[in-house]
């Protein structure tokens, strides 16, 4: 059965010097992430990246960059991104298939951010693209940022919210006073940067983007970042949104949720509760969540699911316009 990983991370040299360049480190904890055995494996776009995946059992990556991506970056993203997305297509072309690609976008720039996207689907191929929450002060439900979504839902293009390091201030607030290394793990990947990608959704839903864009359909890591083991409770905010549907119809229509490495029988079942089998999506959050022993390909052959093709590739063939009926989609 074909598996595809549609959350699977790649760095450039190019960025993460420009990273350096602005003292992003200072401002985000997860950039410190990104170095030894883990920069290589970021890095390679190759044989040794190709040899992991199979050692896990996953067939196609649909390779994304890496957290904060180009969030912090002003108008020199603009061809920083046009470069970092010729390259991909480069690294698809040597290995067509086994990498699939979803745009690295210069999101400060809202309209150039829009015509890149399309450059990538339209001309690349790419399946969509991939935000890491915040652009320097703003939300991603900000107005200026609209370009972004609108170009998605025109092209048919998923949107991969993708988490990131709370704010400054909210890191002090919330997830400090431990030593370095763990105030740094606690607002990131132990707690912090999930809820801070579940909050940029929700605050989607809740500025009545979908209701605008009913067809744009976003991507949450990480079995949803939260945001569906607290559905009930949402629900609740349903008499006093003002949006066209209850929120669990954004749920149903306009989210998908994929595994993000966390190969855990009971979320897979929470998950599949709320938005549907139809909607969920594999991803082995490579380099990050990688372990050996066949760990992706054994989860899919013990998930429990009916139709477990759906989950392995069908749903993301769907999604992505590219499904036939022995798809499994």
């Not at 549609?6 to 410190?32: C, K, M, Q, R, Y």
């Not at 809202?110 to 969509?128: I, S, T």
């Not at 707690?191 to 983007?209: E, N, P, S």
């Not at 079995?223 to 209850?246: K, Q």
């Amino acid at each position: 059965m074909k598996l595809i990983g549609i959350e699977e991370h790649f760095l450039t040299a190019e960025i993460g010097e420009a990273w350096n360049a602005i003292g992003l480190d200072a401002v985000d904890p997860s950039v410190a992430f990104h170095s030894g055995p883990i920069e290589g494996r970021l890095l390679d776009l190759a044989e040794d990246r190709l040899a992991l995946m199979d050692e896990t059992g996953l067939d196609i990556q649909v390779l994304s960059l890496t957290t904060p991506a180009l969030h912090d970056l002003g108008p020199e993203s603009v061809d920083m991104a046009r470069r970092t997305n010729d390259a991909l297509a480069a690294a698809i072309a040597r290995h067509p298939t086994r990498f699939q690609a979803l745009a690295t976008l210069p999101v400060a720039m809202p309209e150039d951010a829009a015509q890149e996207l399309e450059r990538c689907v339209r001309m690349l191929g790419f399946k969509g693209a991939m935000l890491c929450g915040r652009v320097g002060a703003r939300n991603l439900d900000h107005p200026t940022l609209s370009p972004i979504f609108q170009s998605a839902e025109a092209l048919g293009a998923p949107v991969f919210l993708h988490p990131r390091a709370p704010d400054m201030a909210i890191r002090a607030a919330y997830y400090s006073g431990f030593k370095h290394e763990v105030d740094a793990a606690f607002s990131t990947y132990g707690l912090g940067w999930h809820y801070d990608a579940g909050i940029q959704f929700l605050r989607l839903v809740l500025a009545g983007t979908f209701d605008r864009m009913p067809g744009l359909q976003v991507i949450l890591g990480h079995w949803g970042e939260l945001v569906l083991f607290y559905a009930e409770r949402l629900a609740a905010m349903d008499r006093v949104s003002g949006l066209a549907n209850p929120i669990a119809t954004y749920l149903r229509r306009n989210l998908y949720v994929t595994a993000s490495g966390m190969f855990l029988p009971h979320y897979l079942e929470r998950s599949a509760a709320v938005v549907g089998t139809d909607r969920l999506l594999f991803s082995t959050d490579f380099p990050y969540q990688y372990r050996p022993g066949a760990d992706a390909r054994r989860f899919l052959e013990n998930c429990g699911l009916a139709e477990p093709a759906k989950f392995a590739h069908g749903n993301w063939l769907r999604l992505t316009g590219e499904c036939t009926a022995q798809d499994g989609g």
